[in-house]
């Protein structure tokens, strides 16, 4: 157990629709990081949070948003959703900013949009 | 463009060989580099991450070398077991520490 909390597990939805992924960090874990993996792109960074400030962000399309409340749960938001954005989404804590360090990873949520 | 390549092509092997996994990158100058591993359906899990300045880093059964002038790195797994089958994932930090970037994996499946 990584300690790292995501929900839901499972999601199924249909296009066009819009949802929201939830992240408990680690505790003690200042900064989330946020990673779609798709069978046919393995993971890819989308945007990272360093108590509650946007920190980097990867290819992370419009329709897609995040945030980092003040008890540093994050959530990630995904609207008009398409078929292509069916993936299994991962949230990630580690303690520090800087990407020097191991990153957690939850069990990860899968998004099903038919 | 800047690419992190792994083995598409799952790597069989016998229990209790060494198994050596390559992570090849292009157009990076990466300060740290990490490896992962993931089982199906689950979220990865660090293994072991190596420092720019460090050419090998070791831990039980694990090895990792890094060298910086072949833009490459190498994942050992001594006398592997058939628990040792999943994907392995490196990863590298980009400049700046901006961004933890991940190669596609290379599966690996240890027979008894």
């Known amino acids: 157990d990584s300690g790292v909390t995501q929900t839901p597990k499972h999601l199924i939805t249909a296009t066009g629709q819009r949802v929201t992924l939830r992240c408990s960090p680690r505790?003690?874990?200042?900064?989330v990081y946020w990673y779609q993996q798709s069978l046919d792109q393995g993971l890819q960074f989308l945007i990272q949070?360093?108590?509650?400030?946007?920190?980097a962000k990867g290819n992370i399309l419009e329709r897609f948003s995040a945030q980092q409340f003040p008890d540093l749960h994050s959530e990630l938001n995904l609207s008009s959703l398409e078929l292509g954005d069916s993936a299994l989404y991962f949230c990630?804590?580690?303690?520090?900013?800087?990407?020097?360090?191991?990153?957690?990873f939850g069990e990860g949520s899968r998004l099903t949009v038919l | 463009s800047q690419k992190i390549e792994q083995n598409s092509e799952a790597l069989n092997i016998q229990e209790g060989k060494t198994a050596t996994l390559t992570c090849n990158y292009t157009?990076?100058?990466?300060?740290?580099l990490q490896w992962y591993r993931q089982d199906p359906g689950r979220g990865p899990v660090f293994l072991l991450l190596?420092?720019?300045?460090?050419k090998e880093k070791r831990k039980e059964r694990l090895k990792v070398t890094f060298d910086t002038t072949l833009k490459q790195s190498l994942f050992h797994i001594t006398a592997s077991q058939p628990a040792d089958s999943a994907t392995y994932l490196c990863?590298?930090?980009?400049?700046?520490?901006?961004?933890?970037?991940f190669g596609t994996g290379t599966r690996l499946l240890v027979s008894p």
């Open positions: 990630a804590s580690s303690v520090s900013g800087g990407n020097t360090g191991e990153l957690f």
């Open positions: 505790s003690g874990d200042l900064s």
């Open positions: 949070y360093y108590n509650g400030e946007e920190r």
């Open positions: 157009n990076y100058s990466p300060a740290y």
């Open positions: 190596i420092r720019e300045n460090e």
């Open positions: 990863a590298l930090v980009t400049s700046g520490f901006q961004k933890l970037v």
